[in-house]
């Protein structure tokens, strides 16, 4: 079984998923760039690009592309809320610091943080076949 792809093996990438109440700069496009690119910076992620959209009346979406997977973002000022996803299969990254680095650009009052192994356990193949 390869390495990464079953039940014994690591997993393919780590997914954190971070919501964030009472959050600063929710309606400034530059505030969100730096963000990801700093995130990205200090998780030792390679950020190949950063995409802002911003809503009228307000409310913005990013994400910074990265070589080993992406970061998203979506903001609802009217609520002073950001969601966050991080995700990445470089094992070298650390995204932990990468959660710290978008909870220190927000300063929110409260966080709800989750991580995810993802790819740990595959399922059976049903039928005949390479497992």
Known sequence: MEQGTGPAGPAIGKHIILEMWEANNTNSPDAIRSALTDACNKGNLTLLKVLIHQFEPFGISGIAMIAESH??????????????????SNRDADINRV?????SAFSPGQVNQVEIQRG????????????
Do not use: L, N
């Open 71 to 88: 970061i998203t973002i979506h903001t609802w000022p009217e609520y002073s809320f950001i969601a966050v996803d991080i995700y990445s």
């Open 99 to 103: 959660a710290q680095a978008m909870k």
């Open 120 to 131: 740990k356990s595959r399922p059976p193949r049903p039928g005949p076949g390479p497992p």
